[in-house]
């Protein structure tokens, strides 16, 4: 099966541009969930979703953030105006919850952005 | 707020060798511990996990210890060999919680 796959890979943009990174969860998992990591916070948890609907944003870090997950198999990060700040590796990860599960979730390779 | 703490960014241990990687959690809500391992360019796997109910947990040459009284964890790898270099993260999270809280990794670096 495939994993969680995210794109783009690499993604250098000047400030100020919008910016969309996608990503696609394990077919069947029910948890969509979107870290960033940077050197100084390390994996930070930024929105998850369940069966599609947004649970928690509290970790968004400001209305220049947004996410979608418009079906189960698709779910976008948007950053619009970016910043150079906002560079860093966005992961998307999925997991499906169910009796005996224990929170082993599985990440994409991510995106790594950078915003000069 | 950083729950779970990984104070050491970095380790290098020699091949053979014992290499202990440290974590600290603040939450006593949590009661299931991960640890993730990443190479660069990919996201991280998931390594081996420990239940709340347990004070060890066992997989060949990976064994995570839990010490509630302390809040504290740690993965032991032995013998260390050079593939085990990697960023290695601590999560943690509680019953009632789906998103795993993550520390700021430590990198360890086995040297022939």
């Known amino acids: 099966d495939a994993g969680v796959i995210q794109s783009p890979r690499h993604e250098v943009t000047e400030m100020g541009q919008e910016v969309t990174l996608r990503c696609k969860p394990i077919s069947g998992h029910d948890y969509l969930f979107w870290y960033r990591q940077t050197m100084m916070r390390g994996l930070e948890l930024l929105i998850y979703?369940?069966?599609?609907?947004?649970i928690d944003d509290s970790g968004m870090p400001e209305d220049r953030f947004s996410a979608k997950m418009p079906n189960a198999s698709f779910s976008t990060l948007k950053i619009q105006p970016s910043e150079p700040r906002d560079s860093a590796v966005y992961f998307c990860?999925?997991?499906?919850w169910g009796l005996g599960n224990t929170g082993e979730l599985f990440f994409g390779e991510g995106s790594r952005l950078t915003v000069l | 707020d950083q729950q779970v703490k990984q104070n050491s960014p970095s380790l290098s241990v020699q091949e053979g060798r014992i290499s202990i990687l440290n974590c600290d959690y603040t939450n006593s809500m949590f009661d299931y511990f991960l640890w993730y391992k990443k190479y660069p360019a990919e996201g991280p796997t998931f390594l081996i996990s420990i239940s709340s109910i347990k004070d060890k947990n066992e997989d060949g040459r990976f064994t995570v210890f839990l010490n509630k009284s302390a809040k504290h964890l740690s993965l032991h790898i032995v013998p260390s060999q050079p593939g085990d270099s990697a960023v290695y993260f601590c999560?943690?999270?509680?019953?009632?919680?789906?998103?795993?809280?993550f520390g700021k990794g430590t990198s360890l670096l086995v040297t022939p």
């Open positions: 999560a943690a999270n509680s019953n009632s919680g789906y998103a795993l809280n």
């Open positions: 990860a999925s997991i499906r």
């Open positions: 979703f369940n069966n599609n609907v947004p």
